[in-house]
């Protein structure tokens, strides 16, 4: 009974983690279609250029997905937690778009996986 109660927990966490971990390692392997969407204003804060704010997204990216699907709970917290503010500053670059859209449906993922209590 224990395993189908933490079946739809994990069905969120896998799905989320794939996301998160797909574009997060497509950002190194086709830097040129992601380069676009890295804000002209980063461009030299901290002394990075966009190529390097790309590489550091893409590993936040993949850590994120790592840290979802860690067998530990409260790890998994703060990357569902982390997947839905890395998602808000997505969308406050981007604005209302279809991405937007895709990225409201990733961050509500991201508060129930936040919200679930350890037991479920």
Request: aromatic fraction near 12%; charged fraction near 10%.
């Amino acid at each position: 009974m224990v395993l189908m109660s933490a079946l739809p927990r994990w069905i969120l966490l896998i799905g989320l983690a794939f996301v998160f971990g797909y574009f997060g390692v497509d950002k190194f392997l086709n830097p040129l279609t992601w380069i676009g969407w890295i804000p002209p204003w980063l461009d030299g804060v901290f002394g990075f250029d966009r190529e390097m704010w790309l590489s550091i997204f893409g590993a936040v990216e993949i850590a994120l997905a790592v840290g979802l699907l860690l067998p530990l709970y409260t790890v998994q917290r703060i990357a569902a937690a982390g997947c839905g503010i890395h998602l808000i500053g997505v969308i406050s670059q981007v604005g209302w778009n279809d991405v937007a859209v895709r990225d409201i449906g990733l961050i509500a993922i991201a508060a129930a996986l936040v919200a679930t209590t350890e037991e479920q």
